[in-house]
């Protein structure tokens, strides 16, 4: 159900992106990168390290001025991390993967646009609706939240061919696990490097 749920927002996203389209002069793009991810508070005995994955997605971009836009995304993200811990003598090791659809809107600042390569920093809240979680080859959706409420900071470079490339740091404020009992105060912590290009008018 909660699969389901996360593919009709991002289908309602998609259609509120075109039926706005149709109103204002928007460019949009695509994008994709690679994801350094890992959580925050390890509990004590554990070592926690970084995960390597992938993002992809499309972008919409409306102008409100020459420097300022508003660009919301629509990014599929793997996030996670890999762990471990001793127990008898024995060191265990396991990988967890969560994958997400995240919907970013971020605030853009461009600060020489017009020119060849122009400079920007951007920042903003995000959600992300959790499409599955494995530890190892075992499901674990049950015990994740189904949503990770994050803000995204970054910046980058965009050139006049309109590929762009952007360094941001995606930190999440939603406790990952949801655990009868438990207090686990896990939560996302992913860095991305991306490629985009914003396709032509």
């Not at 996203?13 to 508070?41: E, I």
């Not at 599929?76 to 090791?93: R, V």
Request: glycine share 12%; charged share 20%.
């Amino acid at each position: 159900m909660r699969k389901f749920f996360g593919l009709v927002c991002a289908g309602l996203f998609v259609a509120g992106l075109s039926s706005f389209a149709r109103a204002q002069d928007l460019s949009f793009g695509v994008k994709a990168g690679l994801n350094m991810a890992n959580h925050t508070a390890p509990i004590e005995g554990d070592t926690y390290k970084m995960k390597t994955g992938v993002a992809i997605g499309g972008f919409a971009e409306y102008a409100i001025d020459d420097n300022l836009a508003i660009q919301p995304e629509l990014i599929y993200t793997q996030k996670g991390l890999e762990y471990e811990y001793t127990s008898g003598g024995q060191i265990y090791k396991y990988k967890i993967k969560l994958d997400y659809i995240e919907i970013p809107l971020l605030l853009k600042y461009s600060i020489s646009p017009g020119e060849n390569v122009c400079p920007f920093v951007f920042a903003g809240p995000a959600l992300g609706i959790l499409m599955s979680a494995k530890s190892d080859s075992e499901d674990i959706k049950s015990i994740c939240n189904s949503t990770d409420i994050g803000l995204v900071l970054g910046g980058g470079v965009e050139f006049e061919s309109g590929v762009s490339i952007d360094l941001r740091y995606d930190m999440g404020m939603t406790k990952v696990w949801d655990v009868e009992g438990e207090d686990y105060k896990d939560k996302n912590i992913v860095i991305s490097l991306m490629v985009g290009y914003k396709l032509p008018s």
